[in-house]
């Protein structure tokens, strides 16, 4: 079972988990802003690697600094301000060579009077203080040295449009200058001159020494610093064990797929990941692979509101689904028989910075009534088969209680529907995680499968109609100094089947339960990887009814893991 794209963790409990050193909480804050980072970080550099250098050492300053930062919206404009400094700082360590070379040179600062880094700053400040068209012309000219030809190549506007546009950011610059950096100015010229002339040098020579075409075209290059790509993989040595006798050892990877995240054009989105823990079967529905989970967009409509579009991830709510796949070692038994990517579409809407409210509309299966049920008798299947479902996402108490709150109703055939309701909850203080989810659900018709999964197939053929089912769900972590962590996790899953025709019937069928003790290591706060142990115990206990009215048996599983989990974010 893995889950998909969840609305993103609200900025304000990433920081605070980063302030307690939560690992997690600062690979989902390193992993939002990295695009972001690396595209200002580019701007500064002469290659990639040395942008990625700058953007790492940036990245360490966040977390030193994370308390420095006053205000939730100003925090994007906040990691702006030092991936910018950063960069500055690694072009002064090599004397100042480079794009802003000649600075130090020009005698056209009074260093006597005046803070060099002061200087920097400010001429960084002007460029970002002209308008978003103006100002990605001009960085594209003067700091990256391209052409009016492969601007209009890159921007999707002539040449004309391109000369006007640079005309006018140079314009507004002048006039900002004289509203009070006259200081600056030469050394702004002398900077634009240099880094244009620098840039157009660099170019030149690649295009004397490699004649060759660029595998990827320049236009399409640009769109790669707002893409990320990345393997989330959990890796073990899994020891297994059944009724408390030993079976069998392997080494597997548990959870592995592929992801891209990326922005299309301002306020446009995409996200795609690939299970290649799934067999990719095409699906009759929606016709996509079944090892396929999201492929959609999403769509700013505005700052409060977003559509999405394409094959998504069922908001069924609660922090078990919440989670990454990747740190979770094993699901409940809902989650592990629901199908939770589905296609159709979605919106959600930002009441406040502490509420937020969604909505989807989705296909209510991947396949068709036949393939899932079997020709059931006197069952009609709906000419819509659909899944709604709402979600409410609070916070309280200075973001320490969080809730994660959802109710969906699905229509599988006509007359039948299956009702859900997940109620998660979240208490995160400076070294404890505490979350519990409680989810219930009535289905009309099996959807889960799991009464009628562990029925005997000689006394039921179909799927059974009326369960209905109750669990909990309790994670807890607790932060040690180190880098090490404790973990518990433990759940319940209560089974009844409603619809059983014997006069002398006994609704509850099962109860099962699971506990997972587990000790994490993370060896650096630079990139979020842990290394795990672990055991996964399950019991499943029959009433008395079901052992003896259907030949049930009671039953214990257990699992020892060794390994590490990271998300590789590989671009």
Known sequence: MSKGMKHETAIDVLIEGCLRNDRRSQGQLYARFRGFAMGICLRYATDRNEATENMNK??????????????????????????????IDHLRSRGCRGRIACIEDAELIDHSNSRPDLEYKDILALVQRLPKVLRKVFTLWAIEGYTHKEMSVILGKS????????????????????????????????????????AQLNKQIDTTIYSANPIIPMDKAMLLKSVDLIFNM????????????????????????LEIIGQVFDGVFFRFRDEYTRQPIPQTVDN???????????????????????????DYGGYEFEANPIDIYQYNDLLTHSDNFLAGAGVSWNISSKHQVGFQLLNARTSTFTQLYDSMPGMSPSKFP????TTWRGSFAEKRFNTIWSLAAIREARQMYILYMALGNQLSLKKWLIQYDLKMTSQNIDRSDIVSGFMPDSMFTYRLLKTSYIEHW???????????????????????????????????????????PAVEFYPSKKINLRFFANYIGRYYNYTDYAREKFGLRNSTTGTIEIGFAAPLVVL
């Not at 360490?60 to 960069?87: D, H, P, Y």
């Not at 546009?165 to 006259?182: T, V, Y």
């Not at 396929?292 to 509101?305: E, G, W």
């Not at 659909?386 to 479902?389: D, G, K, Q, R």
């Open 288 to 314: 996509v692979n079944h090892s396929v989970d999201l492929a959609f967009i999403d769509i700013k409509v505005s700052p409060k509101f977003h559509t999405s579009f394409g094959k998504l991830s069922a």
């Open 159 to 198: 040449e004309g449009t391109c000369k006007f546009h640079l005309f006018q950011a140079r314009e507004l610059l002048r006039k900002m200058i004289s509203r009070g950096f006259g200081k600056i100015c030469a050394t702004l010229v002398l900077l634009v001159c240099t880094m244009q002339l620098t």
């Open 234 to 257: 959990q890796y073990a040595n899994n020891n297994y064990f059944t009724n408390g006798k030993y079976t069998n050892t392997e080494y597997a990877l548990n959870q592995f797929n």
């Open 474 to 516: 309790l994670h807890v972590e607790r932060s040690i100094a180190g880098g090490w962590k404790v973990t518990l996790t433990a759940f319940t899953n209560y089974a009844s089947w409603l619809g059983n025709p014997d006069p002398e019937k006994k609704d509850h069928l099962r109860s099962s339960y699971g506990l997972i």
């Open 58 to 87: 940036g990245f360490q300053k966040v977390f030193v600094g994370l308390k420095k930062c006053e205000t939730e919206r100003r925090f994007k404009a906040w990691i702006g301000r030092i991936m910018i400094n950063a960069s």
């Open 386 to 389: 659909a899944l709604a479902v």
